[in-house]
C-alpha cells in the first residue's frame, strides 16, 4: 500500500434512465476521519451508504462530498416555497426586529429553514429510484478512487520529501558522533585544563577528588545514548515510510522522539561544535513533524 496525504480533489459524474448525477469530493488534513456531505433534498437517505463506503477506503482526514442530480430534460430538482409559511416567518422575524432590536432577517436566511422550501413528490417507480440509487452509488465510488489516487500521488511526493528530511538527520547525526571535541584526547585535555583552573583558584582541593568529580561529569555529558537512540528512530522512520498505509500517527509520535533526542543533545553538549549540529538537527525535525502533518 502506498503512502497517502490526507488531501485531495475529484470529481466523477454518471447517467441513469431519468437523471444524470455527479459528485465532487475532496479532502483535507484531520486527527480523525471525518465525513461531510451536501445532498438535494430528498437524498438524504444516500447519507449513510455513501458514509460508510468513505470509511472504507480511508482512516483520516476531513472529507467533504457533494451530489448534484439533474432530471432529464436538463431542469433540476425543483422545489417549491411554502409562501404562507415564508410570509408568517418573515413577520415574526420583523416583529422580534422591532420590538427586541435582533437583527434583520435575511431572504437566504429564511428559506434556508425547514419547511420553507418544499421538494415535490418525485413521479418515479421503485425500478426508476433504485435504478437512480445505484447509479448514485457507482458514481461515488468513481469520485473515491479519484480521490484516493489524488492522494496517493501527493501521499508519494510527501514520501521522497520526507526521506530527504531523513537523510539529513542521519548525516546530522553522523556529524555529531565523529565531532573532534568527542574524542579521548579532546576530553582529557578539556578536563585537564578544568581541573588546572580549578586549582589555580581554590587551595586545599582534592586533586584525585577532582579528576574523579570531572571524569563523573564528562561521562553524564556524553551523547552516545542520544546518537543510538537517534539511529534507531531513523531505521524505523525508514521503514514505516517504505511499509505505506496509513503511517501519519506512527511518524508524528517519531518526530516527537527525535525532537526530545535533538534537545538532549543540546543540552549535554559541552562543545559549540556539538551544540550548533543539535540545533541543525532540531531545525531539520521540526521541518519532518510539519510534512509529517499532511500524511494519513
Do not use: Y
Request: charged letters at 25%.
Amino acid at each position: 500500500m502506498n503512502l497517502q496525504s490526507m488531501t485531495g480533489f475529484a470529481r466523477a459524474s454518471g447517467e441513469a434512465a431519468a437523471a444524470s448525477v455527479a459528485w465532487e469530493i475532496k479532502s483535507v488534513n484531520g486527527k480523525t476521519l471525518d465525513a461531510r456531505f451536501r445532498l438535494p433534498p430528498g437524498f438524504e437517505r444516500i447519507e449513510p451508504i455513501a458514509r460508510q463506503a468513505i470509511q472504507k477506503r480511508f482512516v483520516r482526514g476531513n472529507v467533504q462530498a457533494a451530489l448534484t442530480v439533474t432530471r432529464a430534460g436538463g431542469t433540476g430538482i425543483q422545489p417549491i416555497v411554502n409562501e404562507r409559511f415564508l410570509r408568517d416567518l418573515a413577520g415574526l422575524a420583523k416583529r422580534l426586529e422591532e420590538q427586541f432590536g435582533a437583527a434583520p432577517a435575511s431572504a437566504d436566511g429564511l428559506l434556508g429553514l425547514r419547511g420553507v422550501l418544499e421538494i415535490p413528490e418525485a413521479a418515479e417507480t421503485e425500478e426508476t429510484r433504485a435504478e437512480l440509487d445505484a447509479t448514485i452509488l457507482s458514481t461515488l465510488d468513481k469520485a473515491i478512487d479519484g480521490l484516493a489516487e489524488a492522494r496517493g500521488v501527493e501521499g508519494a511526493a510527501l514520501g521522497q520529501l520526507l526521506l530527504g528530511h531523513v537523510g539529513a538527520i542521519e548525516e546530522l547525526t553522523a556529524r555529531a558522533e565523529a565531532d573532534p571535541s568527542r574524542q579521548p584526547p579532546s576530553i582529557r585535555a578539556r578536563l585537564a585544563e578544568q581541573v588546572a583552573l580549578l586549582m589555580e583558584s581554590a587551595s586545599g582541593l582534592d586533586e584525585a577528588r577532582l579528576h574523579a568529580e570531572a571524569a563523573f561529569l564528562a561521562t553524564k555529558a556524553d551523547i552516545r545514548e542520544e546518537i543510538d537512540r537517534l539511529r534507531t528512530h531513523i531505521a524505523s522512520a525508514r521503514a514505516l515510510l517504505g511499509s505505506g498505509g496509513p503511517v501519519g500517527r506512527k511518524l508524528d509520535f517519531l518526530a516527537q522522539e527525535f525532537n526530545r533526542e535533538s534537545n538532549t543533545l543540546c543540552s549535554k553538549s559541552n562543545a559549540g561544535s556539538v551544540t550548533a549540529i543539535g540545533l541543525e538537527l532540531k531545525a531539520v525535525v521540526d521541518q519532518f513533524r510539519e510534512q509529517v502533518q499532511n500524511l494519513e
